[in-house]
C-alpha cells in the first residue's frame, strides 16, 4: 500500500523558515519521481518543486527560486523541501506527491499525494 505522509508546516512570520518533510512508503517500489505542491484558497494548485529519486534533476517554480530546496533524506521515498525567506503568499496547503513511473518529474500528473500540511506566513 502506497502512502505519503507530510509534516512540518506550521505558521512563521515573513522572513522565517520551515521545513517540510513526506514520508513515503511504497513496499517492494521504489519512487521515480517526488514533488511538492501547493494549493492557496481560492487557487489552482502549483507544483513548486520536482526532482527524480535518482538526484540527477530538479527544478522549481520561478517564485521560489533561491528560497526553497527539496531534497531527499537518508532514507528512501523521503522527500523534503527546506523554504527559507518565506512571503505571505507562500501561504498555501502543501502536498507531497510520488509517482513510480518519470516520464517527465516536472510536467506529470502524479499518482500518489499525501494529506497535505499547511504553511501560514504572516507579514
Known amino acids: 500500500q502506497v502512502q505519503l505522509v507530510e509534516s512540518g508546516g506550521g505558521s512563521v512570520q515573513a522572513g522565517g523558515s520551515l521545513r517540510l518533510s513526506c514520508a513515503g512508503s511504497?513496499?517492494?517500489?521504489?519512487?521515480?519521481?517526488m514533488a511538492w505542491f501547493r494549493q492557496a484558497p481560492g487557487k489552482e494548485r502549483e507544483r513548486v518543486a520536482a526532482m527524480n529519486t535518482a538526484g540527477t534533476r530538479l527544478d522549481y517554480i520561478d517564485s521560489v527560486k533561491g528560497r526553497f530546496t527539496i531534497s531527499q533524506d537518508n532514507a528512501k521515498n523521503t522527500l523534503a523541501l527546506q523554504m527559507d525567506s518565506l512571503k505571505p503568499e507562500d501561504t498555501a496547503m502543501y502536498y507531497c506527491?510520488?509517482?513510480?513511473?518519470?516520464?517527465?518529474?516536472?510536467?506529470?500528473?502524479?499518482?500518489?499525494w499525501g494529506q497535505g500540511t499547511q504553511v501560514t506566513v504572516s507579514s
Open positions: 511504497s513496499g517492494t517500489y521504489t519512487f521515480r519521481c
Open positions: 506527491a510520488a509517482d513510480f513511473r518519470s516520464p517527465d518529474c516536472f510536467t506529470m500528473e502524479y499518482n500518489y
